[in-house]
């Protein structure tokens, strides 16, 4: 009896050392999917009242905890029955992410700016109005990119443990989708809040703490901003990287841009480590661009058969 016991004991530590070492391999491989997942997503819940930022993250947490109770079953399901369908359905969610950072890049360009404090406030009364649907459009929105890249968080974690256990790959999944969510709906909490920070230090007796305040005032909508042109930018950056990944010539092309450009003199190196950055961009964009095409003339060609 007491041997079992032993057994079954040394059985547990080492499932769980192996499931430790995988998930640590794992988290390493996602890293730079993570990175792209919190500037998105302090991205899409930027723009909300001071005094709503806290639920819409929360919200979008919230979201997220059930894309990961989705996405780990059902990855582990397609993974045994039918793995080849992973790509197809990688390239789908990538050629969305690049379509909705087009969309963001078009909306921009033709938002026109408040040029007068009374356009200001009408667009600021406008948004007030309907602010209720105005959350639930960033939620909804910011749920559905957190679907596309936690998919591809899932699948990166799961070719780190192709070759364990059914029950090993289940708790790293699990450990990995778990401790990622808390990690960035966290650190995206504390990017919204820090004006609010600011503002509490402005009001402290000690004049460090005040300037300290003000400093984290002045620095707040400047991360907002940086983290909205980083976030459209990370969106090209996934959904190219997903189809340079997935398409072998494009791959091939990559590898040997890499080689040629390697070979120039005291900077190859350099420009060799990001060029395949700069092609992933690239061929992101593209590739959104040409299903926005695509779309409007789907569009367009409903349209006029209506209209017949």
Request: proline fraction near 2%.
């Amino acid at each position: 009896m007491a041997s079992s016991l032993l057994i079954l004991l040394d059985d547990i530590a080492a499932v769980l050392d192996d499931v430790a070492v995988m998930s640590k391999m794992a988290a390493k491989k996602t890293a730079g999917v993570l990175g792209d997942d919190l500037a998105l997503n302090a991205q899409q819940v930027s723009g909300v009242r001071s005094d709503r930022e806290l639920p819409v993250v929360w919200a979008v947490a919230k979201g997220s905890f059930i894309n990961k109770l989705i996405l780990v079953p059902l990855a582990l399901a397609i993974s045994f029955f039918a793995p080849w369908l992973i790509t197809p359905l990688l390239m789908i969610g990538g050629l969305f992410l690049c379509y909705e950072g087009v969309e963001k890049v078009l909306h921009s360009l033709h938002h026109k700016k408040a040029k007068t404090t009374e356009e200001a406030k009408d667009e600021l009364q406008t948004i007030e109005t309907d602010l209720v649907n105005f959350e639930k459009d960033k939620i909804k929105g910011a749920v559905r990119t957190d679907f596309i890249l936690s998919a591809e968080i899932v699948v990166i974690s799961l070719g780190t443990v192709v070759a364990a256990t059914f029950s090993t790959k289940l708790i790293v999944l699990s450990v990995i989708a778990i401790g990622m969510t808390i990690g960035v709906y966290g650190f995206v909490a504390m990017i919204v809040k820090i004006d609010d920070l600011g503002l509490y230090l402005t009001e402290q007796a000690s004049s460090v703490k005040q300037k300290i305040g003000r400093g984290l005032l002045a620095f707040a909508p400047k991360l907002m901003k940086t983290l909205t042109i980083v976030g459209t930018i990370a969106m090209f950056l996934v959904g190219g990287g997903i189809i340079t990944h997935a398409i072998s010539t494009f791959h091939h092309w990559t590898e040997e841009a890499v080689d040629h450009v390697e070979l120039i003199p005291a900077i190859g190196n350099i420009i060799g480590a990001i060029t395949p950055t700069f092609i992933n961009f690239v061929v992101g964009f593209i590739a959104g661009l040409a299903v926005v095409l695509v779309i409007g003339l789907i569009q367009k060609i409903r349209s006029s058969s209506k209209t017949v």
